[in-house]
């Protein structure tokens, strides 16, 4: 069985004391394939540094993550770009809106979405969005530039099952992670109505770590968690979960 874990920090400062051996739980646990999402330039290094020590197991992607795009967000977008020029990726994400931490930069914020959008386009690569309190901001980008060549994950999804079903009609899957586990986290409601195709599983780590560990750091094996309460919902076995939602990772990001 091969469980892949579609979005994970794996490079975070919170790994530094133990990140070899949290990898290493999570190989135990049969994830054997990360996918690893960039914030801003401040973590390429890490992230390289990363992808060498782990070469088996890793994939990276690059981009300018919405709470980043600050005063210098058209330099750190030349810093994509100088990145896209040299090496290979397998998406541009992070990217999106995020009105959670910071209402005063939606401008810019939709302005790199965009251009970032455009990008993927242009190398033919899948986009992972990163969407909080901004489904309206989001899908009113991607209205304007849908097309048949955009493609990609819908990460972390939170919303409802109208939304879901329009993210999906733009080519998303949608990235399920440690907020299905939770009490009040709406979405086991009525995720069973959205066909497995459309799914794919991610920690986010460190961040939002499913229940029981709600609220303390997230790693790479706790997907099993999510994996259970999948399971769950659709009244089908890991290993099938596992194997569809693999394959789903491997239409989006070709690897
Ligand atoms: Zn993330």
Request: hydrophobic fraction near 40%; include cysteine; charged fraction near 25%.
């Amino acid at each position: 069985m091969t469980i892949t874990d579609t979005h994970t920090h794996l490079y975070s400062e919170a790994f530094n004391e133990d990140r070899k051996a949290m990898i290493e739980r999570a190989v135990e646990a049969n994830i054997t394939r990360f996918f690893i999402p960039a914030i801003d330039s401040s973590y390429t290094e890490a992230m390289l540094q990363l992808e060498s020590d782990f070469p088996d197991y890793v994939y990276l992607m690059t981009g300018l993550h919405p709470t980043s795009v600050k005063e210098n967000y058209k330099e750190e977008l030349k810093h994509v770009e100088k990145l896209l020029s040299e090496r290979k990726f397998v998406a541009i994400g992070e990217i999106g809106v995020d009105l959670y931490w910071d209402q005063s930069t939606l401008e810019i914020q939709k302005e790199a979405f965009r251009h970032q959008i455009r990008l993927a386009k242009h190398y033919q690569l899948p986009i992972v969005i990163h969407c909080r309190e901004a489904f309206d901001e989001i899908f009113e980008v991607l209205e304007t530039e849908k097309s048949e060549e955009l493609f990609g994950i819908f990460h972390c999804f939170t919303g409802n099952l109208e939304q879901a079903k329009r993210a999906i009609s733009f080519n998303m899957k949608l990235g399920i992670g440690g907020v299905v586990t939770f009490k009040n986290g709406g979405i086991d409601k009525f995720l069973n109505e959205i066909d497995l195709k459309h799914i794919v599983l991610e920690t986010d780590a460190p961040y939002l770590a499913p229940a029981p560990f709600r609220g303390k750091r997230n790693e790479s094996a706790y997907i099993v968690k999510v994996l259970d309460k999948l399971s769950e919902l659709y009244g089908q076995s890991h290993q099938e979960i596992a194997e569809i939602t693999t394959e789903n990772s491997k239409a989006i990001f070709k690897v």
